[in-house]
């Protein structure tokens, strides 16, 4: 009997968080492309529309809101019959310096980068240690490794997103439950427009750093986000998989 092709992911259910813009649309793309069946959760229109270029579902959820969550995690496996694949990527960013960091800043993008992605992580993990079988991809970020520049909470909030992803997978390994991330580098996202739209100075300084010679598209994140979530996979547990043009070589 022939073995399926190590990146074929059709008949698989995923379920992408954040999935109507940047990253999460690439994603999206890329695991739909493979042949999975997608749902996007989302809070705006990008996720209806992301869901239609895909060929899947769109669910309406603010994973700030604990109780949307649950609910919104809970339709959009009903609408998939099931979860083999869980991408979480979705995020916020509240930029600045320290000291100009309210506490409020501060809860809201923990909740959102951290906190929500490990009750993501536990609710697919419910569904897939008992049939010992799944993959979970989690993003993290080039602050996962390094202290950034005003953004102290969201360095925080990545730096915990990669000890989460190792945590889990200490735990979920042994029963057939791959968790892993992917860190980006400087990506072209509306999340960092205030670096390379806003900031030609710094913008600048980011490109004479990147051994690639330019800034990363969403699209360069495809064939990570496809292994990590395919068979080519199955032996990989707890890595932080740099997708930085270089980056953290330089």
């Given at each position: 009997?022939?073995?399926?092709?190590?990146?074929?992911?059709?008949?698989?259910?995923?379920?992408?968080?954040?999935?109507?813009?940047?990253?999460?649309?690439?994603?999206?793309?890329?695991?739909?492309?493979?042949?999975?069946?997608?749902?996007?959760?989302?809070?705006?229109?990008?996720?209806?529309?992301?869901?239609?270029?895909?060929?899947?579902?769109a669910?309406?959820?603010?994973?700030?809101?604990?109780?949307?969550?649950?609910?919104?995690?809970?339709?959009?496996?009903?609408?998939?019959?099931?979860?083999?694949n869980?991408?979480?990527?979705?995020?916020?960013?509240?930029?600045?310096?320290?000291?100009?960091?309210?506490?409020e800043?501060?809860?809201?993008?923990?909740?959102?980068?951290?906190?929500?992605?490990?009750?993501?992580?536990?609710?697919?993990?419910?569904?897939?240690?008992p049939?010992?079988?799944?993959?979970?991809?989690?993003?993290?970020?080039?602050?996962?490794?390094?202290g950034?520049?005003r953004?102290?909470?969201?360095?925080?909030?990545?730096?915990?997103?990669?000890?989460?992803?190792?945590?889990?997978?200490?735990?979920?390994?042994?029963?057939?439950v791959?968790?892993?991330?992917?860190?980006?580098?400087?990506?072209?996202?509306?999340?960092?427009?205030?670096?390379?739209?806003?900031?030609?100075?710094?913008?600048?300084?980011?490109?004479?750093?990147?051994?690639?010679?330019?800034?990363?598209?969403?699209?360069?994140?495809a064939?990570?986000?496809?292994?990590?979530?395919?068979?080519?996979?199955?032996?990989v547990?707890?890595?932080v998989?740099?997708?930085?043009?270089?980056?953290?070589?330089?």
């Amino acid at each position: 009997m022939t073995e399926p092709p190590l990146f074929d992911l059709s008949g698989r259910r995923a379920l992408v968080t954040g999935g109507g813009g940047g990253l999460g649309l690439a994603i999206s793309e890329a695991l739909a492309g493979a042949g999975a069946r997608v749902a996007v959760i989302g809070r705006s229109d990008a996720a209806d529309e992301a869901a239609a270029r895909v060929g899947g579902t769109a669910v309406r959820a603010d994973l700030s809101n604990r109780d949307g969550l649950r609910r919104g995690f809970e339709e959009a496996v009903e609408s998939l019959g099931g979860l083999d694949n869980l991408v979480a990527s979705h995020g916020t960013l509240h930029a600045g310096p320290a000291l100009e960091t309210s506490i409020e800043h501060w809860d809201a993008t923990i909740e959102v980068i951290l906190t929500s992605v490990f009750e993501l992580c536990r609710l697919a993990g419910a569904l897939m240690v008992p049939r010992r079988t799944g993959k979970i991809v989690t993003i993290a970020s080039m602050l996962s490794f390094q202290g950034g520049f005003r953004a102290a909470a969201y360095s925080a909030s990545k730096g915990g997103v990669a000890q989460l992803t190792k945590a889990l997978a200490n735990e979920w390994a042994a029963h057939g439950v791959n968790v892993n991330a992917i860190a980006p580098g400087y990506v072209k996202t509306p999340l960092n427009s205030h670096i390379w739209r806003d900031d030609p100075q710094r913008s600048e300084a980011v490109l004479a750093r990147l051994p690639a010679g330019r800034w990363g598209e969403p699209a360069d994140l495809a064939g990570a986000a496809v292994f990590l979530a395919s068979p080519a996979s199955d032996y990989v547990h707890g890595i932080v998989l740099p997708v930085d043009g270089g980056w953290l070589a330089r």
